[in-house]
């Protein structure tokens, strides 16, 4: 077994493992035990010939989750036509802005040396 990811608390864990595990890998978790509960961050492991792709099944997970966001959350009533278009492109908008912003962060420093 090998050390696929770490999370915050045993129920995450779980979540993580039981998704592992409805794809068809070998899970493992390990974390401090206190009886009866479990405590601080736990690690999940993974069958060694399965563990890259674990990876990747996981980082797909991530990127399709990341990009359903508002996309998708149409509310709980019938939207008005034209309104879920608006909301994709609002959503496109801000992950723009989100980069943007990231860019001008992690550069700053890097400016401020040729500049001043």
Known sequence: MVHLRTVPDFWEANVLAARLGSEGFVTELRANLCRPYAFGDVSVLVAEPQAEMAAELLLADEVEAAFAGDATAAGAGEAEPGTTAL?????????????????LVAGAPVLAHFIG
């Open 87 to 103: 909301r994709g492109r609002w959503a496109r908008y801000r992950r723009l802005l989100a980069a943007v912003a990231a860019l």
